[in-house]
């Protein structure tokens, strides 16, 4: 009988050490569950907060450029003098090479990027297209200054000899190049697009007669619609926000001109050269640099939400 009662104390003991133990790793759990949200919020607002930074940043100072040359002034002004004795800063000219180099960039990239985003999902096989789609974008991994030279001491050399007047610096050259540099987005986003529109919608396309070429174009394409415009607008904002190519290809020449041929400067590459040590801090030249960089980040901004009211507004559900 004693040594009955012992057992007994002894498993009360340690039933009682498991529940306190239970309790305690309960405890635990309670707190961690309590902690990882707010841990997770942090980390998911670090994003949030260093856009409000830069937006900080960028107002600040483009204010006080603001104080000294007019707002309007300097939106509608054609002419970019910042280094010299009477300068003058209008940014037109940067804007016009901007949206120019986009353009042509664009004019590259549009039709070489849907057609092999249609080849890859209409048309290759599966092994092809696991092959080719890594291939194609290798593109993307390739440095943007290595697109630079290339664009300089390759394409500028080839389209001079086709067309002696272009300037040995242009507009052209890196607009080209940096349509080739944004393929492999274009192609990808649109490809996925494609991808997933369902098998149902070709086949009922081709049972009703229609040609595997008709069934891409009048069904398959007009369904992954909103992806190919999202992809397109992404590619324009890329384009607008590129800075190597552009410094390195484009020239420094600050001209508002329209001729493709004629060296250009793109906000980017305006911000290039005066954070390069030509201007000293607290210089109208030296907030300038803040004013244009406010005007590059509206820009995008704009693109940003433009891509994402395409996808909102043209999106299919199946």
């Not at 007994?8 to 050490?17: D, P």
């Not at 037109?92 to 090479?97: D, E, M, R, T, Y």
């Not at 890594?134 to 067309?163: M, N, Q, W």
């Not at 384009?239 to 484009?250: D, H």
Request: hydrophobic letters at 50%; proline letters at 5%.
């Amino acid at each position: 009988m004693p040594t009955n009662s012992g057992n007994h104390k002894q498993n009360a003991v340690n039933v009682r050490e498991m529940i306190e133990e239970k309790r305690s790793s309960r405890s635990i759990s309670n707190i961690t569950e309590k902690l990882i949200p707010t841990i997770l919020f942090i980390i998911a607002s670090i994003s949030i907060l260093t856009t409000i930074g830069i937006i900080y940043t960028l107002l600040s100072e483009a204010i006080e450029f603001f104080k000294i040359v007019p707002i309007w002034e300097f939106f509608t002004g054609t002419v970019l003098k910042p280094l010299s004795q009477n300068p003058e800063f209008g940014v037109l000219p940067l804007i016009n090479g901007t949206i120019i180099s986009s353009l042509i960039a664009m004019l590259v990239a549009g039709p070489i990027g849907i057609m092999s985003a249609v080849y890859l999902s209409e048309y290759a096989s599966d092994k092809v297209r696991r092959i080719l789609k890594p291939l194609l974008e290798v593109l993307a991994g390739i440095p943007t200054i290595v697109y630079g030279f290339f664009a300089f001491t390759f394409v500028t050399p080839i389209i001079r000899s086709i067309f002696p007047e272009v300037g040995a610096t242009n507009i052209l050259s890196p607009g080209i190049v940096m349509g080739i540099m944004i393929i492999p987005m274009i192609a990808s986003l649109s490809e996925d697009a494609m991808t997933s529109v369902p098998n149902a919608m070709r086949e009922g396309s081709l049972a009703m007669g229609a040609t595997k070429l008709e069934t891409t174009f009048k069904v398959v394409i007009p369904a992954a619609f909103s992806g190919i415009i999202a992809s397109f607008v992404l590619g324009i904002s890329r384009a607008i926000g590129e800075t190597m190519i552009v410094t390195i290809a484009s020239g420094s020449s600050k001209n508002f001109t329209f001729d493709i041929t004629q060296s250009m400067q793109t906000m980017t590459a305006y911000i290039v050269e005066v954070s390069g040590g030509e201007a000293a801090a607290g210089t109208t030249i030296y907030y300038s640099l803040y004013a244009v960089a406010l005007t590059l980040f509206v820009f995008t901004l704009i693109m940003n939400l433009l891509a994402r009211y395409v996808s909102r507004k043209f999106r299919e559900e199946y």
